[in-house]
């Protein structure tokens, strides 16, 4: 038996790499087959997902195109200042000789006009180049947020807006009809398996038909508000103007996949003994008390769980932009992974759609450290 | 309501509910039911109706002739093949090579392997959109063994189509953790009896996985049937399109909507049929998928 005496030192080096430090070494076989047998897997998702994930990271730090005639270099930072700049700027009225506020022609205070200042400006060079994001009026002065790219920061706050306007929403809307449904009557599956339809069907599919449904002139939405108001509903462009139209996606997307969360409740809900309930009613509890006192406390590890999800899927909104409002009208719907997409693909810049992704990865990593955070939190207490 | 009976308040609550159920439902019926019952009416009917309830009927001039026409606009076999291909082969290898990874964590013990296992749950928050990029160059710089020999980029092929997704970390740690909540005797038992690693694998493990096997297989099929953004990036030939990307042959100026509809059915249909037989396979999925995901 030569193997047996093999100590660690005189094993190859193979053997010493593969084999736990607290294992015997005679389990060689179980170590390579355990690797053979990880391996496929492991050289899939480093090639398509490791790899990839890495050159985003390299390349946003370049100035790389798909196809250029000048050779890619390292920029730094630049594409991410690009994206990130944001500055506060206070625009003082124009006065006349006498030190008065000069007046427009319609009775509004005049201002310089903001160029002056933007475009190559000796004593304000840190706002060369920026643009109006937007503006208001606070006392004799206007403020103005500048930025390098709005057409980003815009996308940005708006993808923002939809992931903490659908959290809630639907979070919510799938709580209430998690507890219609958790209950033993007869066809309850019936209806569970009708509310979760929407959810295998592709978003694709969804987009085009719900662009159908919110059509200003011959939509299935303004008719049905019509018919609910007797006539009086005046119909509505839902996805040509811009104050309905990210509202519009988020109802949409509620609607495709609030079937998912509500069976994340349900199973949520399945887990809170029934004892509980009793020993609540036993104790006089009306309905609203069991939900406070029982139902909920037991349901919030689902609830963190449910609203992250959520919010990380909500941050990579695409789909719907992309088949609905291609990010209009007048960028009310731009969203980040468009913005990337539409950089790094149809414009192939590479380098800035990639310093996009990057951005975005970085947010969707800081919501779930803050995710682990709250639920490292409740665990101790 | 003290004059009510008990038995009567009871009942007044259970017709309230399924009124309640049944009216909710109608949300979420009637798109779809709007959709196939459009696929059926010629244009003009289709926009008259929309302005009322008939949008909902099948009525008047019902026939097939959107059907006819989508697929004279689109190769319809063709797609369908590619869309089938696809996940068919991808479901297939992806629950080879996630249960192989998976039952090597499990049960097996080599070096680093709590730091590989660390590493692929901590994948899961890349989202794909975040890579789909840099995968595109990745994909167009790798070699392929072809009919004439190496060639180099797998633009618009069947395999830059499925190769990326025949692993992912979900399916891996599904597996996992359904092996890992197994009793250890199954494998201990096997192993006095002189059974190997490999049969261990095939005879013992595999064939008691079903549940999860049936939830791996069923996200994958979700997954590459209605794959849109990353065919559309990387396929330029018509005959290796799946079935999403047809939809856009009908974003043309003149927008037929009886066409679009019939198209939209024809792609839906078969996932819904797909789902309402395996319906609570399907939804257990998701609920096994969110709760540890």
């Known amino acids: ?120 400006n000796p004593d304000y060079p840190e706002l060369n180049g920026l643009r109006e994001f937007t503006s208001w009026q606070s006392g004799e002065n206007r403020t103005v947020i500048l930025a390098a790219d709005v057409v980003f920061l815009r996308a940005l706050i708006n993808t923002l807006i939809f992931a903490g306007v659908i959290a809630p929403l639907q979070g919510g809307l799938a709580l209430l009809l998690a507890l219609l449904l958790n209950q033993a009557l007869p066809f309850i599956n019936v209806f569970r398996a009708i509310y979760f339809a929407p959810v295998v069907v592709s978003m694709v599919v969804v987009s085009l038909l719900w662009r159908f449904i919110y059509d200003g002139q011959n939509g299935l939405l303004n008719t049905m508000l019509g018919i609910v108001t007797f006539g009086s509903f005046q119909p509505v462009d839902w996805l040509g103007n811009p104050y309905t139209a990210m509202p519009a996606l ?45 139902t909920w406390p037991g349901l919030r590890n689902t609830a963190v769980l449910i609203l992250i999800v959520i919010v990380i899927q909500a941050m990579g909104l695409f789909v719907q932009v992309d088949v609905m409002t291609r990010g209009g009208p007048l960028d009310a719907t731009q969203s980040v992974v468009f913005q990337a997409v539409q950089r790094g693909y149809d414009k192939q810049d590479i380098a800035e759609g990639s310093a996009i992704s990057v951005v975005l990865f970085i947010i969707v990593l800081a919501i779930t450290i803050v995710n682990r955070y709250l639920t490292r939190d409740r665990d101790t207490s | 309501m003290t004059t009510m009976t008990w038995e009567t308040r009871h009942r007044l609550i259970v017709s309230l509910r399924y009124t309640l159920l049944i009216l909710i439902s109608a949300i979420f019926i009637f798109p779809i039911v709007f959709m196939v019952v459009s696929s059926l009416k010629p244009d003009l009917q289709l926009l008259r109706d929309s302005g009322s309830l008939l949008a909902f009927l099948p009525y008047g001039d019902v026939s097939l002739n959107n059907y006819a026409d989508a697929f004279e606009r689109v190769p319809m076999a063709q797609f369908a093949f590619n869309s089938i291909f696809t996940t068919v082969v991808a479901m297939f290898a992806s629950i080879l090579l996630n249960s192989m990874a998976a039952f090597s964590f499990a049960f097996l013990r080599w070096r680093g392997k709590a730091l590989v296992l660390s590493l692929i749950i901590a994948t899961f928050i890349v989202p794909f959109e975040v890579i789909a990029i840099p995968l595109l160059l990745v994909v167009n ?64 493990i595999m064939p008691i996985a079903g549940p999860i096997l049936a939830t791996v297989a069923i996200l994958k099929f979700l997954v590459m049937w209605n794959a849109y953004i990353w065919p559309l990036m990387t396929i330029r030939s018509e005959e290796l399109r799946p079935i999403m990307v047809g939809l856009q042959y009908f974003f043309q100026l003149n927008t037929q909507w009886g066409e679009i509809m019939a198209y939209l059915s024809v792609v839906t249909i078969p996932v819904l049929i797909f789902y309402l037989a395996l319906q609570r396979a399907f939804i257990e999925s998701i609920a096994t998928s969110g709760i540890k995901g």
């Open chain 1, 250 to 294: 988020i109802a949409m997307s509620a609607w495709q996949a609030v079937g998912f969360h509500m069976v994340i409740w349900l199973s949520g809900l399945q887990t809170i003994p029934t004892s509980l309930y009793e020993a609540a009613a036993l104790d006089g509890a009306g309905a609203w008390q069991k939900f406070r006192y029982v």
């Open chain 2, 141 to 204: 710089s790798l070699p392929w063994i072809g009919p004439q020999g190496i060639e180099v980029g797998w633009l618009n092929t069947y395999h830059v189509q499925i190769l990326p997704f025949i692993a992912d970390s979900l399916g891996i740690f599904l597996f996992y953790q359904y092996f890992r909540d197994l009793p250890d005797e199954l494998v201990e038992a096997s192993r006095i009896d002189g059974a190997s690693i490999w049969q261990i694998y095939t005879r013992i």
């Open chain 1, 1 to 120: 038996m030569i193997r047996a005496a093999e100590t660690r030192k005189n094993a190859p080096l193979w053997v010493r790499l593969l084999v736990p430090k607290d294992a015997p070494l005679y389990q060689r076989n179980e170590a390579i087959l355990g690797w053979l047998m990880a391996f496929p897997a492991l050289l899939v998702l480093t090639i398509f997902l490791v790899i990839p994930f890495l050159m985003a990271f390299v390349m946003s730090f370049t100035n790389q195109r798909l196809v250029s005639p000048n050779p890619t270099e390292w920029v730094g930072l630049r594409n991410f200042e690009r994206l990130l700049t944001v500055r506060l700027f206070t625009l003082e009225p124009e006065r006349d000789e006498g030190g008065a506020l000069v007046y427009d022609d319609d009775g509004s205070i005049a201002y310089p006009r903001l160029r002056n200042f933007t475009r190559k």
